[in-house]
């Protein structure tokens, strides 16, 4: 390890008072000893060198080396490996390392990907390629079992954390027009620690914006919701990013719902009631801060003599155009959609046990919670009340319930399909599934009918009253084809 490329911004430093948190993980400890061994130089880098110099236990742990992936993957077994950009996966009982050839990296034409990854570069060539000076850091160690090292930062990486600044590293014009994800990472980095944005940065990003709009929809989805994920309110971020001009390229549809007016509790346009929905909902679930976020887009479009009228089927529509041009999961775009769709529902006290039964089977098992966490936040984002929670917690304990004690949905019918073509002898087909549809929808109703003969009996009669429809049908269109 006698000749490190190392600046004159390096400096010896020791793992535990650098970090102030105990001991490297056993797990990252054996990897960076493993490469040593094999008289490889390797390097914590990135994120988790930047969190330990903050104080923070980094979530991921992320190793540089030397050593091209070929010789990585024979050093641990098991070991997966992603070929394209030489990052070998350490798969360690005690938690996985990503283990990265150093590398420099050529432009990035359409501001996606890299053209062409250079293995063979030194540690200081890799960190010049990364985006921000805090994310730009290596340790070095020099003993490893005293846990000693020199902590590598020639772009000032600390010292900017330090001044509370994010700063591209080096020409930030050229950081930007190499990958234009890094004007979203700048807002989440940003927002997450709390940083001002260093003026020639903020001045490039502000130039590049409009090439956001080239990024491909999972690498936004990505960012978003890391950003959505993180411990610090979303709001931040995303009007971090409305001034900047981002928002409008990302997410046009929710930049439009500035200046919408609202009549809330809370002042602000519909824009700061969304954002404001957003924060109130858990980080645990980002997606959920989705629909938040999304959940008033209908707004833009829906104003009239005070009233936006329905307004929650138009911002349905837009919310799953967002969500698919994000390229997002199938799962998330279902379950955000659904969300914004139902979210105007409006409970009485007076609804009856079966009105009850019918919202919980309209708005799907699966999502009442959320719809609920949903309304709460909402009503918090407008600065409703306690009492104005229009008996959000009475509808929860009757939903609650009927979770308990009623059929809710075709699988807790006295009757399947198989006891639909056995019984009724029809074919299995599709009219089967609209038989136990109407089915449960009576048993909604009437949960007394959840008995088997009573549900064959109701479904022989709806079959009669169809086939002596269809014989009037037929006779009608008989009688229209004989010849007159
Ligand atoms: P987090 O704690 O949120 O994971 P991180 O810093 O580890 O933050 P990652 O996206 O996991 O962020 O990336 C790891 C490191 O790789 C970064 O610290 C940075 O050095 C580098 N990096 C990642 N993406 C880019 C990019 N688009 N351009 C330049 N460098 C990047
Ligand atoms: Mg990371």
């Known amino acids: 390890m006698?000749?490190?490329?190392?600046?004159?911004?390096?400096?010896?430093?020791?793992?535990?008072?650098?970090?102030?948190?105990?001991?490297?993980?056993?797990?990252?400890?054996?990897?960076?000893?493993?490469?040593?061994?094999?008289?490889?130089?390797?390097?914590?880098?990135?994120?988790?060198?930047?969190?330990?110099?903050?104080?923070?236990?980094?979530?991921?742990?992320?190793?540089?080396?030397?050593?091209?992936?070929e010789r990585v993957a024979d050093l641990f077994p098991g070991s997966t490996w992603q070929n394209r950009f030489g990052t070998v996966t350490v798969n360690d009982p005690a938690g996985t390392v990503e283990v990265t050839t150093y590398r420099a990296e050529g432009g990035y034409r359409d501001r996606r990907r890299p053209d062409e990854i250079e293995f063979g570069a030194s540690l200081k060539q890799d960190l010049l390629r990364r985006d921000f000076t805090i994310n730009a850091m290596a340790w070095v160690p020099t003993d490893l079992a005293a846990r000693r090292g020199r902590l590598v930062d020639p772009h000032g990486g600390a010292a900017d954390l330090a001044a509370g600044v994010l700063r591209a590293v080096g020409d930030p014009e050229a950081r930007f027009e190499e990958d234009a994800l890094r004007l979203v990472r700048a807002v989440r980095f940003a927002t997450r620690f709390d940083l001002r944005l260093d003026p020639s940065t903020e001045d490039a990003i502000r130039r590049h914006?409009?090439?956001?709009?080239?990024?491909?929809?999972?690498?936004?989805?990505?960012?978003?919701?890391?950003?959505?994920?993180?411990?610090?309110?979303?709001?931040?971020?995303?009007?971090?990013?409305?001034?900047?001009?981002?928002?409008?390229?990302?997410?046009?549809?929710?930049?439009?719902?500035?200046?919408?007016?609202?009549?809330?509790?809370?002042?602000?346009?519909?824009?700061?009631?969304?954002?404001?929905?957003?924060?109130?909902?858990?980080?645990?679930?980002?997606?959920?801060?989705?629909?938040?976020?999304?959940?008033?887009?209908?707004?833009?479009?829906?104003?009239?003599?005070?009233?936006?009228?329905?307004?929650?089927?138009?911002?349905?529509?837009?919310?799953?155009?967002v969500m698919r041009r994000l390229r997002s999961p199938r799962a998330e775009v279902t379950r955000v959609t659904r969300l914004v769709r139902q979210h105007m529902f409006d409970y009485r006290p007076t609804w009856t046990d079966a009105a009850v039964r019918r919202f919980v089977k309209r708005v799907g098992r699966d999502l009442v919670d959320d719809l609920f966490a949903l309304r709460q936040a909402d009503s918090a984002a407008s600065g409703a009340a306690e009492q104005e929670l229009g008996g959000l917690p009475d509808l929860r304990a009757r939903v609650a319930a009927v979770l308990a004690s009623d059929p809710l949905d075709a699988g807790q019918l006295a009757v399947d399909g198989h006891d639909l073509t056995d019984a009724l002898s029809i074919e299995p087909g599709p009219q089967v599934g609209q038989l136990l549809d109407r089915l449960l929808d009576a048993v909604i109703d009437d949960p007394s009918l959840n008995r088997r003969e009573r549900l064959l009996d109701l479904a022989r009669g709806w079959l009669a009253e169809l086939a002596s429809g269809d014989r009037t049908h037929r006779q009608a269109e008989g009688n229209q084809e004989a010849p007159s």
């Open 2 to 69: 006698a000749d490190l490329p190392l600046s004159d911004r390096s400096s010896d430093i020791e793992l535990t008072p650098l970090g102030r948190l105990g001991p490297l993980p056993e797990h990252v400890e054996r990897v960076l000893a493993t490469l040593e061994a094999a008289g490889q130089e390797a390097a914590l880098v990135g994120g988790s060198v930047r969190d330990l110099v903050l104080g923070h236990a980094p979530a991921d742990w992320d190793v540089a080396t030397a050593a091209l992936p």
């Open 209 to 321: 914006v409009g090439d956001a709009a080239q990024l491909s929809g999972e690498r936004i989805h990505d960012e978003l919701l890391r950003i959505l994920a993180g411990a610090a309110p979303p709001s931040r971020a995303l009007e971090l990013m409305e001034r900047l001009g981002l928002l409008a390229v990302l997410l046009p549809e929710l930049a439009g719902l500035r200046g919408v007016p609202q009549a809330k509790a809370l002042p602000g346009d519909a824009l700061d009631h969304s954002l404001r929905t957003a924060d109130a909902l858990s980080a645990a679930d980002p997606v959920l801060r989705m629909a938040g976020l999304l959940h008033d887009l209908g707004k833009a479009n829906t104003l009239e003599g005070g009233h936006f009228i329905g307004h929650e089927r138009d911002g349905a529509a837009l919310a799953e155009t």
